[in-house]
T-cell receptor, first 113, second 113 residues
Framework: SQQGEEDPQALSIQEGENATMNCSYK?????LQWYRQNSGRGLVHLIL?????REKHSGRLRVTLDTSKKSSSLLITASRAADTASYFC?????????????FGKGTKLSVIP | DVKVTQSSRYLVKRTGEKVFLECVQD?????MFWYRQDPGLGLRLIYF???????EKGDIPEGYSVSREKKERFSLILESASTNQTSMYLC????????????FGSGTQLSVL
């Protein structure tokens, strides 16, 4: 399995602080994606970063990718209570004519008002 | 708004029953996926399909089958449900080309008693 690993497993911060989550993976990838999941619901795509990119921004989100270290980080700035959710990284790779998106186990973020 | 619809939000079945989980997308996506999500294990890919009547096994296909008779519909079948198939099941779809972002349904929480 190519499963990525998020770190930490759980994170609790005060509203207004920044939250940083990390993801490590094992093999070469085409891109890496971050998703968010509110409790008991489906996942929602946040941001995609391709293997030839090093940093990407979307609103209060900043994603970095270091392919030499096989790692990525997701930074949420000025967090809000509504950011409370689980966050998953997913790695995309192609091989043998097929393609899959493989998810990590997630980081559970709690933002305290 | 793009939409992936899973037929049931909650489902309770008995051991040995045949179970159908239905998923419909309205985005004309070629790729569709079934994942299961369990605490501590993250999302694991069961089956995926990149075309009508095409299917490929994911990481954990045992005990499951799928059907893709129409482009918009992807069904997951549990031939004989067992208690270890109690889980959250998530359907997703994506654009052709692979490695693009996934759109998820809201999930079906299946309990097998």
């Amino acid at each position: 399995s190519q499963q990525g690993e998020e770190d930490p497993q759980a994170l609790s911060i005060q509203e207004g602080e920044n939250a940083t989550m990390n993801c490590s993976y094992k093999t070469s990838i085409n891109n890496l994606q971050w998703y968010r999941q509110n409790s008991g619901r489906g996942l929602v795509h946040l941001i995609l970063i391709r293997s030839n990119e090093r940093e990407k921004h979307s609103g209060r989100l900043r994603v970095t990718l270091d392919t030499s270290k096989k790692s990525s980080s997701l930074l949420i700035t000025a967090s809000r209570a509504a950011d409370t959710a689980s966050y998953f990284c997913a790695t995309a790779y192609s091989g043998a004519g097929s393609y899959q998106l493989t998810f990590g186990k997630g980081t559970k973020l709690s933002v305290i008002p | 708004d793009v939409k992936v619809t899973q037929s049931s939000r909650y489902l309770v079945k008995r051991t040995g029953e045949k179970v159908f989980l239905e998923c419909v997308q309205d985005m004309d996506h070629e790729n569709m996926f079934w994942y299961r999500q369990d605490p501590g294990l993250g999302l694991r890919l069961i089956y995926f399909s990149y075309d009508v009547k095409m299917k490929e096994k994911g990481d954990i296909p045992e005990g499951y089958s799928v059907s893709r008779e129409k482009k918009e519909r992807f069904s997951l079948i549990l031939e004989s449900a067992s208690t270890n198939q109690t889980s959250m099941y998530l359907c997703a779809s994506s654009n052709p080309g692979g490695n693009e972002k996934l759109f998820f349904g809201s999930g079906t929480q299946l309990s097998v008693l």
